[in-house]
Nanobody, 115 residues
């Protein structure tokens, strides 16, 4: 059983930065493509960025050049560095495998970008 715990969210002004963390239990983390997703109020959950076990990355067009996904397989942890945040980045952010697995969803971490 894999458990994922997100942390690092908060409230920031437009243009600010946050770094999210995703701590994973279980040895399969090291061989699993992982991803960050987000869900804004009233909207569907969308893919933000993904990273393969070897570090290959992909980003949604809306965050390219502003967000950076990374992982530390020695710590079973994945990160999302978010810079130049915009109000439209406001959402609950979740980590999961890619493709997402229904039984991996955690509680997420709230990110609010507002002046």
């Amino acid at each position: 059983q894999v458990q994922l715990v997100e942390s690092g969210g908060g409230s920031v002004q437009p243009g600010g930065s946050l770094r999210l963390s995703c701590a994973a239990s279980g040895s399969i983390f090291k061989i699993t493509t992982m991803a960050w997703y987000r869900q804004a109020p009233g909207k569907q959950r969308d893919l933000v960025a993904s990273i393969t076990s070897r570090g290959g990355t992909n980003y949604a067009d809306s965050v390219k050049g502003r967000f950076t996904i990374s992982r530390d397989n020695t710590k079973n942890t994945m990160y999302l560095q978010m810079n130049s945040l915009k109000p439209e980045d406001t959402a609950v952010y979740y980590c999961n495998a890619y493709p997402a697995r229904y039984n991996y969803w955690g509680q997420g971490t709230q990110v609010t970008v507002s002046s």
